[in-house]
C-alpha cells in the first residue's frame, strides 16, 4: 500500500527546502505518493485564502504533512483570517494535531554555532512537547470591542480566554511521560500556576498522570524560571511538557542555544498518528529563491514523518545518518558554515545528503 504524503511547500524559502525533502524521500525507494498543493500566501495568492479546500482536503486525505514555512511581510495588512498564518493554524485545529515535538539537539560539529559557551551546549538534546490546538491561541471568547463601565471605559480593549479541559492537559501528558521513558525518564511540566487558574488545573492534571509512570522524575516549572533556567543550565531538561502559548516561546529560545536554527525538524500529531512536519524555522522571505537556505530542519522533518506517521524507524535513521555524514564532511549552507568550510545552497546540500544516503 502506498502512503500519501501532502506537500504544502508555502511562501519564501518553503518551495526549495522542501524540494530538496522531496527528493530525499523519493531517493529511499519506499512505496509513498506525493501530491503538491498551495498553503500560506503563495495560496492566498492563487485561490483569495492561505487554507483553500483543496489544501485542506489534500491533508485530511494524507497519511503525512510536509509543510515548508508560511508568510511574509507583504501579508501583514491583510485581515487576520487571511492571513498566511491561519493556514498553520487551520490545519492544526481541524486535523486535531495536539502534539507538536519540538527537538533541540546541538550536533556536536555545530557546537561552536551557538551563542552560549560551549561548555553550556556541548550535548544538549531537549525535547519540548508543546500543546497545540487548546490555550489562549484558541480559547473564546475573544476579541475587540469597546471597553463598559470602569477605569477604561469607552477604550478599545483587545481580550483573548486561556483555557485547557483537563482531557486535553491529560492527553498531552500522557505523551510528556512516555517520551520521557524513552529517554532520560525526566519530565520537567511548565506552568504558570502561581498566577493563572488554567495553570493551576494543568499542574494537578499532570500530577495526576504521573502516578501511572513512577519510572519518569516529574518537576515543575514556573514558565519566567524555565526561561532563565533554559539558557542558565539546558542540559539539566530532558522532556519539557507545556502549554501552547508558553511552548510556542520556550521552543524558540530552546532552539536558538543550539545556534542552528536551521537544522531543527519539529513533528505535530493527532490521536491517530497522522501528522504535519515542519522545519522550526521560518520562511525567511529575504533569502527567498536564492539558493542560500539550509534545507536540513526539512530533510530531517521527512525522516521524523517517516518515523511518527509511517513507521518507518529504518528509514528515518537512514536519512538521520546521511545529514551526520554531510556535517562530518564539512559542508554546510551559509547559515552553519564556518572558516575554511566548504559553503554550498540549498540544492548541493540536498546532492550532498542524497549522496550520502
Ligand atoms: C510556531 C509559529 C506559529 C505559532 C505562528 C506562525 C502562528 O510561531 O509554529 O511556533 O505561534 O504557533
Ligand atoms: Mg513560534
Known amino acids: 500500500m502506498s502512503h500519501l504524503i501532502a506537500v504544502l511547500p508555502g511562501d519564501g524559502i518553503g518551495p526549495e527546502i522542501t524540494q530538496q525533502a522531496v527528493r530525499v524521500l523519493e531517493a529511499l525507494g519506499l512505496p509513498l505518493t506525493m501530491e503538491t498543493a498551495p498553503i500560506g500566501g503563495a495560496a492566498y495568492d492563487a485561490h483569495g485564502h492561505p487554507l483553500p479546500a483543496q489544501t485542506l482536503d489534500l491533508a485530511k486525505r494524507s497519511s503525512a504533512i510536509l509543510f515548508g514555512a508560511v508568510g511574509d511581510w507583504k501579508y501583514d495588512s491583510l485581515a487576520r483570517e487571511l492571513r498566511p498564518e491561519q493556514a498553520i493554524l487551520g490545519l492544526r485545529k481541524e486535523l486535531s494535531l495536539f502534539a507538536n515535538l519540538r527537538p533541540a539537539m546541538l550536533f556536536p560539529e555545530l557546537a561552536n554555532a551557538s551563542s552560549l559557551k560551549p561548555e553550556i551546549v556541548s550535548g544538549l538534546d531537549i525535547l519540548i512537547l508543546r500543546e497545540l490546538t487548546g490555550d489562549i491561541y484558541f480559547g473564546q471568547p475573544r476579541g475587540l470591542r469597546t471597553a463598559?463601565?470602569?477605569?477604561?471605559?469607552g477604550e478599545r480593549e483587545g481580550f483573548d480566554t486561556m483555557r485547557y479541559a483537563e482531557s486535553e492537559i491529560r492527553r498531552i501528558a500522557k505523551l510528556g511521560f512516555e517520551a520521557a521513558q524513552k529517554?532520560?525518564?525526566?519530565?520537567c511540566s511548565v506552568d504558570k500556576a502561581n498566577v493563572l487558574e488554567t495553570s493551576q488545573l494543568w499542574r494537578d492534571v499532570v500530577i495526576e498522570?504521573?502516578?501511572?509512570?513512577?519510572?519518569?522524575?516529574?518537576?515543575?516549572?514556573?514558565?519566567?524560571?524555565?526561561?532563565?533556567q533554559l539558557v542558565r543550565a539546558p542540559r539539566e531538561f530532558d522532556v519539557i511538557v507545556t502549554g501552547n502559548l508558553f511552548g510556542d516561546i520556550l521552543s524558540d529560545e530552546a532552539a536558538m542555544l543550539t545556534g542552528s536554527i536551521g537544522m531543527l525538524p519539529s513533528a505535530s500529531l493527532n490521536a491517530s498518528s497522522q501528522g504535519l512536519y515542519e522545519p522550526i524555522h521560518g520562511s525567511a522571505p529575504d533569502i527567498a529563491g536564492q539558493n542560500k537556505a539550509n534545507p536540513l530542519a526539512t530533510i530531517l522533518s521527512a525522516a521524523m514523518l517517516l518515523r511518527y506517521s509511517l513507521n518507518e524507524e529504518a528509514a528515518a535513521v537512514r536519512i538521520e545518518n546521511a545529514v551526520r555524514k554531510v556535517l562530518a564532511d564539512g559542508i554546510r549552507t551559509g547559515d552553519i558554515a564556518e572558516a575554511g568550510m566548504q559553503q554550498v545552497g540549498t540544492q548541493e546540500m540536498g546532492d550532498a545528503v542524497l549522496a550520502a544516503l
Open 148 to 153: 463598559g463601565e470602569g477605569p477604561f471605559e
Open 183 to 187: 529517554r532520560n525518564r525526566k519530565l
Open 209 to 228: 498522570v504521573s502516578k501511572d509512570y513512577p519510572d519518569v522524575e516529574l518537576s515543575h516549572m514556573y514558565v519566567d524560571n524555565a526561561a532563565m
